[in-house]
C-alpha cells in the first residue's frame, strides 16, 4: 500500500486566504491610487515617451500647465509638436540622444501652450531600457522655470543699465576679487589698456598690469584687502606710450563683516598736474624775475644816489606837503652851500630871493598847491646861496605819491640857468624879429590862400557856366536837327557834347584835388571791413551782369583816418579794377593785407585785368594822366592822383606793380590804431552811407 507524502488538497481556497488576499488586494490598490496622485498633484511635470516621441503617460501639473487634457495628448501627439520651432534643433538632437539609450545633460526648452503661449521649461530625461538593452520609454521630468527666466533677464537689464551708467562715467571703474581676479571693469579702464570690458573681466590684476608697475601696487593691495582705503597719485603710461597722471582710490568691499574684493577708481589728474606744474614754474620764473628786479632796483638806486650827489649844473631835494626839506643831497649842498643839517625841516622858500623879478615866479605856497594838483609845476627866478649871492634857476617841483596815490612828498630839481639867462635874453630879441617875420609870410600865405580861394571859385563858376553854355547850346542843336541824314554833324554834336562833358569831370576832379590838399582830416579808428564791404555792394550794383570773384581776406585790420577819405580811395582802386578786367570773361579781384616791417599795414588791391606797361607810366598818380585810350576805357585821369593825395595826407604811400596783359596790383600803407576790429567804434558818415 503506497502512502501519500502530500497533505491533502482541496478544490476549493481556504476562506483565510481568500481574505487575505482580498485585503493586500485592496491595499495595493489603495498604494496605486495614492501614488498616482502623487504623481498627478506633483509640483513639477511628468511625461513619458515611446520609441516613436509619442507621449505614453503626463501627470495633471503638466497638463494643466499646457492646457491639454489626457486624451488630446497620451497616444495622439508627438512631443516635438509642443516644442517652439526655435528650439526644435536642439531638443532633436536631445531626443536622440535618449532614444540611442545614453544619459543627457537637463536642457532649458520653450513649450508652446494650447492658447499659443510659451512655457520656459527645464527637462531632466532618464532612459528605461529591457534586458537587453532596448529602448523602451523615457521618462523627463519638467520644471517650470519662468520666474527664474524672468528673474534673469531683469539681472541682465539691470546689469546693462548699470554698465550704461558706468561707461559714460569718465573715472575708470574696476573690480577686483580677493583672488585678484577682474570682476568688472567699466570702458573707460579697459580702454587704458586698449582693450574691451569683456577682454579683461576674468583675467588676473598680473595680466592686466605691466609687471614694473606690480612691485609698487601690489603693497597697497594687500592693505586694501585688510580693510585699508588707499588714495594715492601716480604716473602711468598708457597703451599709445602717452605719460598720464592718475588720482588712485582702492576701496575694500566689505560684505558680512568680511573684504570680499576691492574697487579701482581711476581719475585722470593729468591737465591739473600740468597746471600745477606750469603754476610752479611760472612762481619760481617769478620769483627770479623779482630777485633780478631788486638787484636792478638795488643797482638803479645806487646809480641814482651817486648820479643825484654827482651831477654839476642840477641839484635835487625832497620836501614835504607843507614845503619843509626832508632830505638835502650833496648836489643841493654843492649848488646853494648850504649843510644838510642847516636845511633839514628849513621851509624851501627860505632859498628864493625876495627881489625875484620873474615873468612866471609865482608865490611859492601857490607853486606847492599847483604842483599838488596837476602832478608837476615848473617855475624860474633868482635862487640865494648861503654866501648871499645869487643866480638864475629853472626849478621843477614834482608831487612823489604811491600805488595807492597817497601824496608822499614832492621832490625839487633846480638846475643853474645863470649863464643860460643872458642868452634867453638875445633870443628874445631874436625871436621877436622871427615872430614880426613870421606874421609878415603869414599875410603873404592869407593872400595866396585868398587868391587859391579865388581860383577854386573861378573854376567853379566862371569856367563851368561856359561849359553849360556849351552842353546846353549842343543839347539844342541835337533836338533841332533831330536825326539828321548828315551823320558827320551828328558825330560833331556828339563829340562836343562827350568833350564837354569830360571838361566837366575834369574840373571837378581839379577842384576835389585842391580841397584835398586844405581839408582837415578827421582821424579816427576805421575798421576797413565794413568799409570795404559797402564799396564793394555799390560796385555790385553798377555792374549787375559782370562775372566778378571777389576774394577778401578775413579779418582787416583797424586803421587811423578819415573814414570819408579812405572810401574814396578803396572806390576809385576798386572802380579801377572793375573797370579794367571788363575783357575778362571772369574778374578776379582780390583784396588783403600784411603786416609792414617799418610800421604801420600794407594794404593790396590784385586783379587780373589788361594791366599796362609800368616802365612808360612816369606820370601814373599826376591829374589827367592816363595809360590808356579814352575809347577803349572811359575817365579822366584824376582818381589815383586823389587816392595818392589822400594815402599821403594820412602818413602813407602808394605804389603799383604790373605788366601788360597780366593784371595790376596797388600797394598803399595806413597808420595802424592798434584796437582789435570787434570793438564799438563810432560810425563815420561813409560808414552810415555804405549800409
Not at 129 to 155: P, W
Not at 200 to 222: F, K, N, Q, T
Not at 326 to 340: I, L, N, P
Not at 435 to 457: G, I, P, Y
Request: with cysteine; charged share 25%.
Amino acid at each position: 500500500m503506497e502512502t501519500s507524502v502530500c497533505p491533502d488538497r482541496s478544490d476549493n481556497p481556504s476562506p483565510e486566504l481568500e481574505r487575505l488576499v482580498a485585503q493586500r488586494t485592496h491595499e495595493l490598490q489603495q498604494a496605486l491610487v495614492r501614488a498616482q496622485s502623487l504623481y498627478d498633484h506633483a509640483p513639477c511635470g511628468y511625461l513619458s515617451l515611446d520609441a516613436e516621441l509619442r507621449f505614453v503617460n503626463i501627470n495633471q501639473t503638466l497638463l494643466n500647465w499646457l492646457g491639454y487634457s489626457r486624451e488630446e495628448v497620451v497616444g495622439r501627439l508627438e512631443v516635438v509638436a509642443l516644442i517652439d520651432p526655435a528650439w526644435r534643433p536642439v531638443a532633436l538632437d536631445h531626443l536622440q540622444t535618449l532614444l540611442r539609450g545614453e544619459q543627457t545633460e537637463p536642457m532649458e526648452i520653450e513649450i508652446r501652450r494650447k492658447n499659443g503661449s510659451c512655457l520656459h521649461a527645464l527637462f531632466s530625461s532618464t532612459v528605461v531600457c529591457d534586458e537587453q538593452g532596448q529602448f523602451l520609454h523615457s521618462n523627463t521630468t519638467v520644471v517650470d522655470i519662468g520666474e527664474r527666466k524672468a528673474s534673469e533677464q531683469r539681472m541682465a537689464a539691470h546689469d546693462v543699465f548699470l554698465r550704461a551708467i558706468t561707461d559714460r562715467i569718465p573715472a575708470r571703474l574696476a573690480y577686483y576679487d580677493k583672488d585678484l581676479v577682474c570682476r568688472f571693469a567699466n570702458t573707460a579702464h579697459a580702454s587704458r589698456y586698449g582693450k574691451l570690458p569683456s577682454e579683461i573681466v576674468g583675467s588676473h590684476l598680473s595680466e592686466v598690469v605691466r609687471p614694473e608697475v606690480m612691485p609698487e601696487i601690489l603693497p597697497r593691495v594687500a592693505d586694501t584687502l585688510s580693510g585699508q582705503p588707499q588714495s594715492f597719485e601716480a604716473e602711468r603710461v598708457a597703451v599709445d606710450g602717452n605719460r598720464n597722471f592718475f588720482e588712485i582710490h582702492y576701496i575694500p568691499d566689505f560684505q558680512n563683516g568680511a573684504v570680499e574684493g576691492f574697487f579701482i577708481e581711476l581719475h585722470d589728474i593729468t591737465e591739473r598736474r600740468r597746471t600745477e606744474e606750469f603754476v610752479l614754474e611760472a612762481n619760481r620764473d617769478l620769483e627770479e624775475r623779482v630777485r633780478e628786479r631788486s638787484d636792478e632796483l638795488f643797482q638803479s638806486e645806487q646809480r641814482y644816489r651817486l648820479m643825484v650827489d654827482a651831477i654839476q649844473d642840477y641839484c635835487i631835494y625832497f620836501v614835504d606837503e607843507q614845503g619843509a626839506v626832508t632830505d638835502w643831497t650833496e648836489s643841493a649842498q654843492r649848488m646853494h652851500g648850504h649843510s644838510r643839517t642847516e636845511m633839514m625841516g628849513r621851509p624851501y622858500h627860505a632859498l628864493l630871493a625876495t627881489e625875484n623879478a620873474s615873468e612866471d615866479e609865482v608865490d611859492p605856497a601857490q607853486v606847492l598847491r599847483l604842483a599838488k594838483a596837476h602832478g608837476q609845476w615848473e617855475t624860474r627866478g633868482w635862487r640865494l646861496r648861503d654866501d648871499g649871492s645869487r643866480f638864475w634857476a629853472h626849478t621843477v617841483l614834482t608831487a612823489l605819491r604811491n600805488e595807492a596815490g597817497e601824496l608822499q612828498g614832492l621832490s625839487s630839481i633846480t638846475r643853474d640857468m645863470t649863464a643860460a639867462k643872458s642868452l634867453e635874453d638875445v633870443m628874445n630879441d631874436l625871436n621877436k624879429e622871427l615872430e614880426k617875420r613870421v606874421a609878415e609870410r603869414t599875410q603873404q600865405l592869407v593872400a595866396a590862400n585868398k587868391d587859391l580861394d579865388v581860383f577854386s571859385h573861378m573854376v567853379s563858376h566862371d569856367l563851368r557856366a561856359p561849359l553849360r553854355h556849351i552842353a546846353s547850346f549842343v543839347s539844342l542843336l541835337q533836338e533841332q536837327l533831330g536825326e539828321s541824314s548828315d551823320k558827320l554833324v551828328t558825330q560833331y554834336l556828339n563829340s562836343t557834347a562827350k568833350a564837354s562833358r569830360r571838361m566837366s569831370h575834369m574840373i571837378e576832379g581839379l577842384l576835389e584835388y585842391a580841397r584835398l590838399g586844405r581839408v582837415a582830416i578827421e582821424s579816427q579808428p576805421v575798421p576797413l571791413a565794413p568799409l570795404l564791404d559797402g564799396v564793394i555792394g555799390h560796385l555790385k550794383q553798377e555792374n549787375p551782369d559782370r562775372a566778378i570773384e571777389w576774394v577778401i581776406e578775413e579779418d582787416l585790420p583797424v586803421v587811423r583816418g578819415d573814414a570819408m577819405l579812405l572810401a574814396e580811395v578803396l572806390s576809385n582802386l576798386l572802380g579801377n579794377s572793375v573797370k579794367y578786367t571788363r575783357p575778362r570773361q571772369t574778374a578776379r579781384i582780390e583784396v588783403g593785407w600784411k603786416v609792414n616791417p617799418v610800421g604801420g599795414r600794407t594794404f593790396f588791391i590784385q586783379d587780373n585785368g589788361v594791366g599796362f606797361d609800368l616802365e612808360k607810366a612816369h606820370n601814373l598818380f599826376v591829374m589827367f594822366q592816363r595809360q590808356h585810350h579814352s575809347m577803349d576805357f572811359e575817365g579822366t585821369g584824376t582818381g589815383l592822383a586823389l587816392s595818392q593825395r589822400i594815402i599821403e595826407r594820412h602818413g602813407g604811400r602808394i605804389w603799383a606793380e604790373t605788366a601788360p596783359d597780366q593784371g595790376c596790383t596797388f600797394y598803399f600803407t595806413l597808420p595802424f590804431d592798434g584796437l582789435e576790429p570787434e570793438l564799438d567804434f563810432p560810425k563815420s558818415a561813409m560808414a552810415e552811407l555804405m549800409i
